[in-house]
């Protein structure tokens, strides 16, 4: 017998917890429909028309999406005020509309197309029959043109209870008393949509899909924190806000977070309980039904390859012995000469002079270490680009409730419009997670030449190739710019940077082997762990959490060095094919302004830039 859970709708928040003075600051136009701009075949549509038609369409099933991009304006103001429909009626709607898409973007005339608009209907028809293709399994979430597909709707790292707050923190414009209406709309839709998600756990666990035990535990514990922080989860950036009208609507988000939201994450809670009765240890999808299935489609959605989990295991692990080879020379050199190279860098993290303090005062030490970097890397950025951009950006500490189940850090760019700035999030639940020798390494990747230099050229392309992000591409692109800043010497005076360095790609080489591991070859949990304990001397504070993230995020840890290595054999390939007019900086540009695409597509970005200089 299928469970029923209350629902509460958004106006029935607003008008029985709220209040009639919430209501009065609402916009008129908060319940309207998408306009009908963003609807509409682009049948008979000019190429440019036709690709800003279809982002329009796919953000009017994502307008919390539209409002980090910054077109929630003019006639898409509507938006700002709602995250559209949610569950599984949500999720059928949307299927609906990518499935109509693909049919229109291949009927599209192509003839006559400049190269960047037959990319952007490559890119669109790539990314749209992916998602269906995910839309199509029985269970789980998709992230359209994104990385976090998930098996799982709520789970460790997944779920409103998760990203609900950290919207409502960092994307929701609160910066004028305009603003407050649209926050207090959106807010009030958060209770049916947290049901939406718990009648889809219901309805996955009716198919016998039960998460891992382990990531229920840690589902629960993080969502007891954020019961306890939700009123200033909630509330908090109202009153923080310190704009007219925000200290009574902050009073009137309170009850609504008392009233409606802790009432739905308690029954989310209460669902999570009934499925650890269920739950066993198997970590990965092989487990599950259809799970095999289930990894093919999200190892291939990851990678935009047709690669095999056996042959992403092997190239992951000879990988890792080259860059080991790199990596033995250098810690000879400074005196660790006996172990394998696991257990020297496992020896070299136990050195204190490499820590950072325990606390607080150890966290001024790493937001200080990181900004040093930044400052180095601006400087350098001539160096290896011919056009430029100037990041607006933040580093900020990841919410406290996020940090248990989150990785060591994450980072991407701002809104289209500049009003919300990029960010490098990092990890602070203890300073252990980092190191001096490493962080400079992270700092590079999350952000610059990274995560948010790259998303800054992504803002400057069409809307739709802004929104469509490729995980290969997006973190291939993001090691291949931990090479670009060994290139430029970051690591020249000192050598045990550079370890680190090379170390995080020896990282990723691992993960190849340990989601394949798990998902493919059936190993445990703790075998996964220890792989990379054992082979890459990584920390086993840092990895616990990894490891788990592969558990919920099945293949999306495969796409970092599938796409680096990628990215530079295609390098080696313009290197040979134009020997002397090959430029360092004229490659790097090319390959960034082409913009995030599946590999083949990128690769068809480098044909063209060897094209070029052969003129």
Not at 79 to 101: I, M, V
Not at 278 to 297: I, N, T
Not at 335 to 343: D, I
Not at 526 to 553: L, P, T
Request: with cysteine; glycine share 10%.
């Amino acid at each position: 017998m299928r469970e029923i859970a209350t629902k509460i709708t958004r106006r029935q928040t607003l008008a029985g917890l709220a209040g009639a003075s919430t209501i009065a600051l609402l916009p008129a136009c908060a319940a309207k429909p998408a306009p009908t701009s963003a609807s509409g075949s682009i049948a008979g549509l000019a190429p440019d028309a036709a690709l800003e038609n279809i982002a329009y369409r796919m953000l009017a099933h994502e307008p919390g999406r539209a409002t980090g991009l910054g077109v929630d304006v003019g006639e898409y103001t509507a938006w700002r005020s709602t995250f559209g429909t949610g569950g599984e009626e949500g999720r059928q709607a949307y299927a609906a509309t990518l499935k109509e898409l693909v049919a229109e973007v291949r009927a599209y005339p192509k003839a006559g197309l400049t190269s960047d608009q037959q990319i952007g209907f490559e890119v669109v028809e790539t990314a749209f029959a992916s998602a269906l293709e995910g839309f199509a399994k029985p269970y789980g979430d998709v992230a359209v043109g994104s990385w976090r597909n998930a098996p799982y709707v709520v789970i460790q790292n997944v779920g409103g209870y998760i990203d609900m707050p950290r919207f409502f923190g960092s994307s929701q414009p609160l910066a004028a008393p305009e603003d407050i209406g649209p926050y207090m709309s959106r807010l009030a839709e958060v209770p049916a949509l947290l049901d939406g998600e718990l009648d889809r756990i219901r309805d996955a666990r009716g198919q016998g899909v039960v998460p891992p035990a382990f990531l229920i535990d840690k589902a629960i514990a993080q969502m007891e924190r954020s019961l306890a922080a939700a009123n200033e989860s909630y509330a908090g950036p109202l009153t923080a806000s310190k704009i007219a009208g925000s200290e009574k609507a902050a009073e009137q988000a309170a009850r609504i977070t008392a009233s409606g939201i802790v009432p739905a994450l308690e029954r989310q809670m209460a669902e999570l309980k009934v499925q650890r009765g269920l739950a066993k240890d198997a970590a990965g999808m092989w487990a599950q039904p259809q799970g095999e299935a289930y990894y093919d489609w999200a190892i291939r959605a990851s990678t935009t390859t047709r690669l095999t989990p056996d042959e992403i295991h092997q190239q992951g692990l000879d990988e890792l012995r080259t860059l080991h080879g790199r990596m033995d020379p250098i810690l000879r050199e400074i005196g660790y000469t006996k172990g394998s190279v696991g257990e020297r860098m496992r020896a070299l993290s136990a050195d204190p002079r490499y820590q950072f303090a325990e606390g607080d005062p150890g966290r001024d030490e790493i937001f200080t270490f990181i900004n040093d970097r930044l400052k180095w890397i601006r400087g350098q950025m001539p160096r290896a680009f011919n056009q430029l951009v100037n990041p607006n950006m933040e580093v900020r500490r990841l919410p406290l409730a996020e940090e248990p189940g989150a990785p060591g850090a994450y980072g991407g760019a701002g809104s289209k419009d500049g009003s919300i700035p990029g960010r490098f999030w990092i990890n602070l639940r203890t300073t252990d997670l980092h190191r001096k020798y490493d962080l400079a390494d992270l700092t590079f990747h999350e952000s610059i030449p990274g995560h948010v230099w790259e998303g800054e050229y992504s803002n400057r392309l069409p809307l739709i190739r802004s929104i469509l992000a490729f995980n290969a591409f997006s973190e291939g692109w993001a090691l291949y710019a931990e090479q670009i800043a060994d290139e430029l010497g970051a690591y020249d005076e000192f050598k045990v940077g550079r370890l680190g360095y090379l170390q995080s790609l020896a990282f990723r080489a691992c993960r190849l082997v340990v989601d394949t591991g798990l998902h493919h070859k059936r190993w445990t949990r703790e075998q996964g762990r220890q792989f990379f304990v054992e082979e890459n001397g990584s920390k086993a504070e840092e990895v616990a959490s990894e490891v788990d993230r592969y558990c919920s995020w099945p293949g999306q840890a495969c796409g970092y060095k599938i796409g680096h290595s990628e990215i530079v054999r295609q390098r080696a390939r313009a290197e040979a094919e134009l020997g002397s007019r090959y430029d360092f900086k004229a490659f790097n540009t090319a390959v960034v302004l082409g913009g995030n695409a599946p590999l083949s597509v990128m690769a068809n970005t480098v044909s063209r830039y060897i094209a070029g200089a052969k003129a």
